[in-house]
């Protein structure tokens, strides 16, 4: 009877030892593991941004406009909004809109704003668009979605083989591509044309 007892009291703590061992080993490989993905400054990083949202790395959204011309927005950082879920703030924002004609225009910046509902995006720091041949300088854009505008104003600067010009705002109809020019002010719009 004694060495029952002890033969259990035995079995009892090498079964104990070995949960302890594996626990231990688990849980110690798990946080290792999310340590070396990861390193304490950008873990401190995310857990402070998310008092203001999530945040995601290499993100991408497409879609068709209601002209029904595919987009691609991709952005290397983005926020949701806790007080709108339908807004995502980006950082690094690259667009490309495809439009029904074979035309493309892309658009890159440094920050902006997506509303996921609407598809309207605001682009602003060191706008630069690419149409055809001609090269669009600004410092902020939105893309309308509901009216198939694309506005560019701050700074605005278009280089094209058919010469430079500086204005204060453009809009640019996505579906009849047009193109408006606006100064501010009564200023003159300045351009340097190329008439051949």
Do not use: C, H, P, W
């Amino acid at each position: 009877m004694e060495r029952k007892k002890k033969l259990k009291l035995i079995q009892i703590n090498l079964l104990v030892f070995g949960i302890l061992i594996i626990f231990f080993t688990y849980f110690k490989k798990e946080k290792n593991v999310y340590d070396s993905i990861i390193s304490g400054e950008t873990q401190k990083q995310i857990v402070d941004n998310n008092k203001n949202g999530d945040v995601f790395y290499n993100i991408q959204y497409s879609g068709l406009d209601l002209s029904g011309n595919r987009y691609v927005l991709k952005s290397k950082e983005a926020r949701n909004s806790k007080s709108d879920q339908s807004v995502v703030i980006m950082k690094a924002i690259e667009a490309t809109f495809y439009f029904k004609d074979d035309t493309t225009l892309n658009v890159i910046s440094e920050n902006g704003v997506y509303n996921n509902r609407s598809l309207d995006i605001k682009f602003k720091g060191n706008v630069k668009a690419i149409y055809e041949k001609s090269e669009l300088f600004a410092q902020e854009a939105e893309y309308s979605n509901s009216n198939g505008f694309l506005t560019i104003t701050e700074d605005v600067k278009v280089k094209d083989n058919r010469g430079t010009m500086f204005a204060d705002k453009l809009l640019f109809d996505i579906k009849k591509k047009t193109l408006n020019i606006t100064s501010f002010k009564n200023s003159k719009v300045n351009a340097n044309i190329n008439l051949k």
